[in-house]
């Protein structure tokens, strides 16, 4: 495939979504993000990287950083994290609280902010230091050294973090928390925070469409656990719209504020795109609209 000739389409196709939506304004710092940026980048499985638009200006991470947390996880403890949360669809806001008390304080899936929280708590306890694990690895998996932490989301996230620590306040009352909640709450927000550009996730997120093999050949992950990712992305990765951009795309994806969106096509390449206008559910517009347009010119999907 000729793929710069097909990204140079998706583009043109989404010209006129860009821009469309609402840029995150929960997060102050957030609020101030151009909503006219654009960029899409793939890499392929053995790491040949393309792109267009803005696809080398990084921007804020947000959920994305969910999916990765969830395999260094996964790539230490095994199996043992689903005992404290689930893999269902909320089919509520990422934020929402409601589900919690009558589920007993296990979140529904790791891709919604409480769901992240127990995550990130046992990859605290694993490593002593989640989100410096979590910038480690992206460093490496991306080969991007410069990859860091926005000390100014981060602390404007910080100050502004009532919903997350009423959720893992919450859920420690339930005895799902180990550490304590402002230990926890900080590698959370930092974790949100890290700036990437869409080549520097596409490439980080390889293993995924390697089947748990990182770029040197070794394994983070196993086949199966890869496959499990990719599946609670399809269905849980974009919140209470994952019905509608399995539909649309149809592909495993996982999207952030930040107005970022990863997609996985197994066995071929990964996808990352990014423009800042988000829909009600809190996803790119542009962002959608590009992956559907990029499955639909292609055929690639898992379906
Ligand atoms: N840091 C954001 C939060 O906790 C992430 C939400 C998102 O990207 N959907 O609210």
Redesign the pocket.
Known sequence: MDHARVLAQVHDLVKDHIGRGRVADY?PALSRVDPGRFGLALATCDGEVHGVGDWRTPFSV??VSKVFTLALVLARDGDTIWRRVGREPSGNP??SLVQLEYENGIPRNPFV?AGALVVTDRLLTLTGDSSGELRSFLREASGNPAVDVDTEVAAS?EAHSHR?AALAHFMAGYGNIDNPVQDLLHHY?RQ?SLTMNCADLALAAGFLARHGLLADGSRLISRSEAKRINAVMLTCGTYDEAGEFAYRVGLPGK????GGILAVIPGRCTLCVWSPGLDAK?NSVAGVAALDAFTSLTGWSVF
């Open positions: 997060i947000q959920s990422f934020n902010n996230e997350n927000v949100c999207s952030g504020v930040g809190g």
